[in-house]
C-alpha cells in the first residue's frame, strides 16, 4: 500500500469519527437556557462551528486552499494591509469603525470552485462584486490574479468590535482559519479581547502569525520584544511576528511596498510551496483534532450537571406524591376522617344515648335498629355525603401539599425557576384535580359494594345483607375501614371515632363473621390507595414528564464520551 493511500484511509477513518463525535455534540443541546450554564453553551456552539468550518471540511479535503483569516481590532489596519499586499485595492479600508462588517475572502481565479459551494462556511452565503452596502450573513467572495493559487486570504470583521454580531463572525471567522494572521498594532497589543482569542488558537493549536501594525519606529524594538514576551506566555512562542512601520500611505492607499516587503515574501513562499502550506494545514487540523478532547470533557460536564440539577428536580415531585400517598394513608389511619362532620352525622344517624343502651342489650337488637335507619334515606345520604366529602378533602388536601412543595422548592433553585417560567400551571395541582377526586372516592364507594355484594356468598349472608341493603352496610365498611390498623382499632386520640365505628364493626361481625370484616376494610382500604396512586403518579407525572424530557440520558453522556475518545484513538 502507498504512503498516499494509507493516509487518506487513515483520514477518511478520522472524518468518520469526528462526524460521530459533531452528531453527537449536536445531539446534546442543553435543553435549558440557564444563565449559569451560558458560557457552556457558547463553548459547544463554538465546538459545532469549528467542527463544521474547519475540521470537517478540511478533513474531507485536504487539498483545499490553505485559508488564512486576517484578523484583529477595528482600525488596526487589516484591509489596508490585505490591499497593501496584494497591491490594490480588494478590501475596502476607511475612516468609520468598524468598516468591515461582513467577511470578504479572496483567492485565485483557480481557486473559485473550493469556495463557491458550501464547503466552508456554510452558515454564510456568497456574494460576489461590489455590493452596495454591507451584507449581513453573507461572504463576499474576490478572486484576485495578484494571489498564488493554493491559498486565500479572508478580510474579517473585527474582533472587539461594538456590533456583537460582529464579535460572533470573527470567532466563527478565526475558528475556520488554517492560518491566523493577527493584526495588532502598537497602541492595541495589549488588550484583553485579542489575547483571549489568541491563548484559544494557542490551546486549539491553530497557526498563528503576528502582524503588529503601525508602530512608531523609535518604539519598534520595546514593543516586539514586549509582545514576543506575550506569545511566550501563551504558548505562542513559534509564531512569526511581523512588523509594519507607521507609515504615509501611498496615493492608493497602500503600505509603500518596502514597509511590507517581509511580510509579502514570506506569504508568497507560502502560497508558493506545496510542503509548506500542507504543514500549516496539518499543524491546525493537528491541533484542532487534538483539543477536541478537552473540548467535548467541558461540554461532557455540562450536560451532565444540568442533568444531575433536572434530576434533583423530578426527585422533589417523586418526594412529594410519595409523602401524599403516605398522607392519605395516615389519614385513614388515625381517624381524622371520622371526626367533625362524619361523627355528627353518625351520631344522628344512629341516634344518641338510647340508640347505645340498646346496643348494649344485643346485637340482634342493634340489627334493627340499623336495619330501619339506613333504610330511611336522608340520614344514609348525609352520613354518606359527609364521609364522601371527607375523603375527597383528604386527597385533595394531600395533592394540593404536593404541588405547592414541588413548585415551592422547584423555585429556590435555578433551573426550576426557569422550568416554572415555562409551566406556569406546575405551581398548582392540575386543573381538573376536584371533580378527578370527585369521581375517583365515588369509584371507590363502588368498589366498597363489590366488595360487600362478593362476601354475600351464602343465602345467610345474602339475607342479612338485604336487611340493612347493601349500600347501608357499604358505609358501614367505609367507616370501618378508617378506623382499622392490623384488624385492632386505633389509638387513644382516636377514642370518639373508634367507638363510633365500634358500632359499625359490631353490625358487620354479626352479618359476615369477624375474620371476615378484617379481611374486607383490609380490601377497602387497598382499593382506595390503588385508586390514590394512580391520581397521585398522574399529577407527578405533569413534572416528570417535563424533566424527562429535559434531560439528557446517562446513554447519551457516554456516546459523547466515547465519540471524543475515540478521536483520539484513531489519530494514535
Ligand atoms: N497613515 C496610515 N494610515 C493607515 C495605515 N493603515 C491603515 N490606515 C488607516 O486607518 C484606517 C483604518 O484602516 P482599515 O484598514 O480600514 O482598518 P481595519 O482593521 O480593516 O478596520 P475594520 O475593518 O473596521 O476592522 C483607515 O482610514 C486607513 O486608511 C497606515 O499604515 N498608515
Ligand atoms: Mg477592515
Not at 389509638?491 to 370518639?496: D, K, L, M, N
Request: with cysteine.
Amino acid at each position: 500500500m502507498s504512503e498516499r493511500t494509507s493516509r487518506s484511509i487513515d483520514a477518511g477513518d478520522v472524518l468518520a469519527r469526528v462526524t460521530t463525535l459533531r452528531d453527537e455534540v449536536e445531539r446534546s443541546r442543553p435543553a435549558l437556557d440557564l444563565p449559569s450554564a451560558s458560557a457552556a453553551a457558547d463553548e459547544r456552539e463554538a465546538l459545532l462551528g469549528q467542527l463544521d468550518d474547519h475540521v470537517i471540511p478540511r478533513l474531507e479535503s485536504i487539498d483545499a486552499p490553505l485559508l488564512a483569516v486576517v484578523g484583529g481590532s477595528t482600525g488596526s489596519g487589516k484591509s489596508t494591509l490585505i490591499n497593501s499586499i496584494l497591491r490594490r485595492e480588494v478590501s475596502r479600508s476607511g475612516v468609520l469603525r468598524p468598516t468591515t462588517t461582513s467577511p470578504v475572502l479572496i483567492h485565485h481565479p483557480a481557486d473559485a470552485p473550493w469556495f463557491r459551494d458550501a464547503r466552508i462556511l456554510p452558515s454564510l452565503a456568497r456574494v460576489t462584486g461590489e455590493p452596495a452596502e454591507a451584507q449581513p450573513g453573507t461572504v463576499r467572495l474576490v478572486p484576485s490574479d495578484e494571489l498564488a493559487p493554493g491559498m486565500a486570504i479572508l478580510d474579517a470583521p473585527d474582533i472587539d468590535s461594538v456590533v456583537s454580531a460582529n464579535r460572533a463572525l470573527a470567532a466563527q471567522l478565526l475558528a475556520a482559519a488554517d492560518l491566523w494572521l493577527f493584526v495588532t498594532t502598537a497602541a492595541r497589543y495589549a488588550d484583553a479581547i485579542p489575547w483571549e482569542l489568541l491563548q484559544q488558537a494557542s490551546d486549539r493549536g491553530t497557526a498563528v502569525a503576528i502582524l503588529l501594525d503601525r508602530v512608531d519606529r523609535p518604539a519598534m524594538a520595546e514593543v516586539r520584544s514586549h509582545l514576543l514576551e506575550m506569545l511566550r506566555e501563551h504558548g505562542l512562542e513559534t509564531s512569526p511576528v511581523f512588523t509594519v512601520p507607521e507609515t504615509d500611505l501611498d496615493e492608493g492607499g497602500l503600505v509603500p511596498e518596502p514597509d511590507i516587503a517581509r511580510l509579502r515574501a514570506w506569504l508568497t513562499a507560502l502560497a508558493g510551496d506545496d510542503r509548506a502550506r500542507s504543514l500549516v494545514v496539518s499543524q491546525t487540523l493537528e491541533g484542532n483534532l487534538r483539543s477536541l478532547g478537552a473540548r467535548t470533557e467541558a461540554l461532557v460536564t455540562a450536560v451532565r450537571t444540568q442533568r444531575e440539577q433536572v434530576g434533583c428536580l423530578a426527585r422533589t415531585a417523586y418526594d412529594a406524591y410519595d409523602r401524599a400517598e403516605e398522607g392519605v394513608t395516615e389519614g385513614m389511619r388515625d381517624g381524622q376522617l371520622l371526626r367533625g362532620e362524619v361523627l355528627a352525622r353518625w351520631q344522628e344517624f344512629v341516634g344518641t344515648g338510647e340508640f347505645f343502651r340498646k346496643v348494649e342489650q344485643g346485637v340482634a337488637r342493634v340489627r334493627d335498629r340499623v336495619g330501619s335507619a339506613v333504610s330511611g334515606a336522608s340520614p344514609t345520604a348525609e352520613l354518606d355525603e359527609a364521609l364522601h366529602t371527607g375523603v375527597a378533602a383528604l386527597l385533595l388536601a394531600e395533592a394540593d401539599t404536593a404541588a405547592a412543595t414541588v413548585a415551592r422548592t422547584w423555585r429556590g433553585t435555578e433551573v426550576g425557576s426557569v422550568v416554572l417560567e415555562d409551566h406556569p400551571e406546575l405551581a398548582r395541582s392540575s386543573r381538573g384535580l376536584e371533580e378527578e377526586v370527585e369521581r375517583l372516592v365515588r369509584d371507590w364507594q363502588g368498589d366498597v359494594l363489590d366488595i360487600v355484594r362478593a362476601e354475600g356468598g351464602s343465602r345467610r349472608t345474602n339475607a342479612r345483607i338485604a336487611a340493612y341493603g347493601v349500600n347501608g352496610i357499604g358505609l358501614f365498611l367505609m367507616l370501618v375501614s378508617f378506623a382499622h390498623t392490623g384488624g385492632a382499632l386505633v389509638a387513644p386520640e382516636v377514642a370518639i371515632a373508634g367507638g363510633t365505628t365500634a358500632l359499625a364493626q359490631k353490625v358487620l361481625e354479626a352479618v359476615f363473621g369477624t375474620q371476615a370484616v378484617r379481611e374486607m376494610a383490609k380490601r377497602a382500604r387497598l382499593l382506595l390507595m390503588e385508586r390514590v396512586a394512580l391520581l397521585y403518579t398522574a399529577e407527578r407525572e405533569r413534572y416528570t414528564d417535563i424533566t424527562g424530557d429535559l434531560m439528557a440520558t446517562e446513554a447519551q453522556i457516554r456516546r459523547l464520551e466515547r465519540a471524543a475518545a475515540a478521536i483520539g484513538e484513531g489519530r494514535r
